[in-house]
């Protein structure tokens, strides 16, 4: 009831200013010393999406959403929260609420306090406050929690307390800095899907940092891939996923081949041992020279069905149970090939086996050469 | 043969079996003499507040009397000495422990130029010898011509010295705090101030109750650095001091008593506060 209340609530914010992002990344620059955490970047988040900011440790995410929530002041560049360019503005005047890695709940606190707390410093009281803490609580399901300290409750506990303390607010733009870090697998999948159905009911911005490729992909409409305090390439899970601009993107989301050669032709790339293979229609997009081309293992068959052909000798097998993972040796270098175990009986290739691969050109990607990418 | 077999077996496990009883109770034993070593003097002392002396000293237990406690500021002076000595105590404990939470606020929190430099000279009081501090101070004093000698110069003097303490007791607490929690409740809307008030204070306030009993401790029988700058007042260390050169009264014994209880009385306090804390947290 309240959540439907909420919806609309967040439709209408969205049709009243359509067009304005929620934020805005004007060419943002940060500098501790020599260190460049985040090197001239810009970003625009539109209302109401689920982005996610995906890099390797040390890539400037933290600082990124630091520098949005308040904790950190740009060395250059603006931020936008809307319309309003909030350079120099401490944290506690800004619309945006944190969610900290650590949680950072007050231990001193029960669990109502500390969900309250932000509704008390806006001045909200007695039945009101009441009200709406215990419908947040109920909302990430710990109704009847309100009377325990944070240490009495389990990690995954916390860390709905922690949204709930955020979200209670019903800021402009919710931040996640590695929401779901320090929980084990089984409850992070969970805990994944909650956020996201969360996201989806409450309809505020989320942007949520992150490590982990496929925590990303599974929960953000969005993914801004970052790269030493840069922006690699920014789409949708699977735009990012067939269409990978760049050999890092490529590799740091799921596992891709990548075969340098060389511009052969429109379309056509001719790889290190001669063979020529077609590659997606535009996908050269005027480069000369050498390339790498992109396949990723679940693209490409064990047979000769597809016009892109490699001869090989499969070098090593896993079974993964779903699926079987070869890794196969060709003239132009290993190449991972991952086949469905969809039709029973059929008898899988062992070492030494030879075979053909191949695949389709709208599977081929083109990324510039980079040696050294691994 | 089995003859002699069997005494000569039956040695060294009796042996084992003194050896084993001696280290299992050797912990006790142990503790127990320690105990006694720490507590004896206390013992005696409150005994001996109980005594009936007949001449001028309290030396050797005439009787049992009340009449000690029952006039406990008998003796001339002694009123004055303790209210003096806890005025000075209570004022100079509140004032350090406030500077010293600041001071330490800012030396954990903020890096400015000299913090380690200030570090160190916060560590200088400690580990200076406090006859050294005394003299220094009255030095000090004594080149300054406008100050006398008296309440100002000692409470000066006290809290000088307490700083560090305060300091020292509230950075530990500090260090361990997650910074997280502050900027959780800026995110969250509260200005600097209510910040401080609503999660830095109560964080710390343990620390900082610690570090106001400890400064108040130190201070209540501080007597070298006191007798360098009092002029003519005189604290109760003081008055125990210059009592004890003529012959020590009872009520000594009475006041130390008191003392000594009332601190044993806060502690257990402090456990059982911390305990609840604890069980509730
Ligand atoms: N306060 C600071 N002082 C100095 N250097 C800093 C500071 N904060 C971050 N850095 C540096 O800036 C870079 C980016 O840090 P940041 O914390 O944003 O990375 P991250 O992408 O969040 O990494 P992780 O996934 O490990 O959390 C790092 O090289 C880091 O060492
Ligand atoms: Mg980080």
Redesign the interface.
């Known amino acids: 009831m309240a959540v439907d209340e909420r919806i609309q609530q967040s439709l209408e914010r969205a049709a009243e200013s359509s067009g304005t992002p929620d934020i805005r990344l004007d060419r943002i620059t940060k500098s501790f010393g020599d260190i460049i955490a985040v090197d001239d970047l810009s970003l625009e988040i539109p209302r109401g999406s689920f982005f996610a900011l995906l890099g390797p440790s040390g890539c400037g995410k933290t600082t990124t959403l630091r520098m949005i929530g308040g904790f950190e002041e740009p060395t250059a560049g603006l931020i936008y929260l809307g319309e309003r360019e909030v350079s120099g503005t401490p944290p506690y005047k800004r619309d945006v609420n944190t969610v900290f890695q650590s949680y950072a709940l007050f231990p001193h606190l029960s669990i109502f306090e500390n969900v309250a707390f932000g509704l008390r410093r806006k001045g909200t009281r007695g039945g009101n406050l009441k009200g709406k803490v215990e419908e947040m609580l109920d909302l990430v399901q710990l109704s009847g929690y309100g009377k325990r300290k944070p240490r009495q409750l389990s990690g995954g506990q916390q860390q709905r307390v922690a949204l709930a303390r955020a979200l209670v607010n019903s800021p402009r733009v919710l931040l996640l800095d590695e929401p779901l870090g320090a929980l084990d697998l089984k409850l992070r999948k969970e805990m994944q899907l909650f956020i996201k159905r969360l996201q989806h009911d409450v309809g505020i911005t989320f942007i949520h940092v992150t490590h982990d490729q496929e925590e990303a992909m599974t929960m953000a409409d969005r993914i801004a891939v970052m790269n030493e305090g840069q922006i690699e390439q920014l789409g949708t899970p699977d735009e990012l996923y067939e269409r990978p601009q760049t050999a890092f993107v490529a590799s740091f989301l799921g596992i891709s081949n990548l075969l340098t050669g060389a511009v052969a032709g429109p379309d056509e790339v001719r790889l290190e041992d001669g063979t020529t293979v077609r590659v997606r229609n535009g996908s050269l997009n005027g480069r000369k020279g050498r390339v790498a081309v992109g396949i990723r293992p679940e693209k490409i068959r064990p047979d000769d069905h597809d016009p892109n052909r490699l001869p090989g000798k499969v070098k090593e097998r896993a079974y993964i149970g779903v699926s079987t993972q070869y890794i196969v040796e060709t003239p132009n270098g290993n190449i991972t090939v991952v086949v469905l175990n969809d039709r029973p009986g059929t008898v899988p290739l062992g070492p030494g086996d030879r075979l053909t691969l191949s695949w389709d050109p709208e599977a081929t990607f083109v990324v510039d050469s980079l040696e050294g990418s691994a | 043969m089995s003859s002699i077999a069997v005494p000569t077996a039956r040695e060294p496990n009796f042996l084992a079996t003194v050896l084993a009883v001696v280290r299992r109770h050797v912990l006790t034993v142990y503790s127990f003499l320690f105990f006694a070593y720490l507590l004896l003097p206390i013992a005696v002392v409150m005994i001996f507040s109980f005594n009936n002396p007949t001449g001028k000293f309290n030396y050797t237990w005439q009787g049992f009397t009340w009449d000690n406690w029952r006039y406990w500021d008998g003796v001339p002076g002694i009123r004055s000495a303790i209210f003096l000595s806890l005025e000075i105590a209570v004022v100079a404990s509140v004032i350090a422990t406030a500077l010293g939470t600041m001071i330490a606020l800012a030396l954990v929190r903020y890096g400015f130029r000299g913090r380690a430099t200030t570090n160190i000279l916060i560590f200088l009081p400690l580990s200076t010898p406090e006859i050294v501090l005394g003299a220094s101070l009255l030095t000090l004093f004594l080149n300054l011509s406008f100050v006398t000698f008296g309440f100002w110069t000692i409470l000066i003097a006290h809290i000088m010295f307490c700083i560090s303490f305060a300091v020292v007791t509230v950075k530990a607490r500090l260090v361990g705090f997650?910074r997280?929690?502050e900027?959780?409740?800026?995110?969250?809307?509260?200005?600097e101030w209510?910040t401080f008030r609503?999660?830095t204070l109560?964080?710390t306030a343990p620390a900082i109750l610690a570090a106001l009993l400890l400064c108040f401790a130190i201070s209540i029988d501080d007597f070298v650095v006191t007798y360098f700058n009092s002029g003519s007042e005189v604290t109760f260390p003081l008055f125990v001091w210059g009592a004890a050169r003529i012959g020590a009264p009872a009520q000594v014994n009475v006041i130390g008593t008191a003392i000594f209880v009332v601190a044993l009385a806060a502690m257990l306090v402090n456990v059982v506060f911390q305990r609840r804390r604890e069980v509730?947290?």
């Open positions: 997650d997280h929690l900027e959780a409740a800026m995110d969250l809307g509260a200005n209510t609503k999660v109560p964080l509730r947290a």
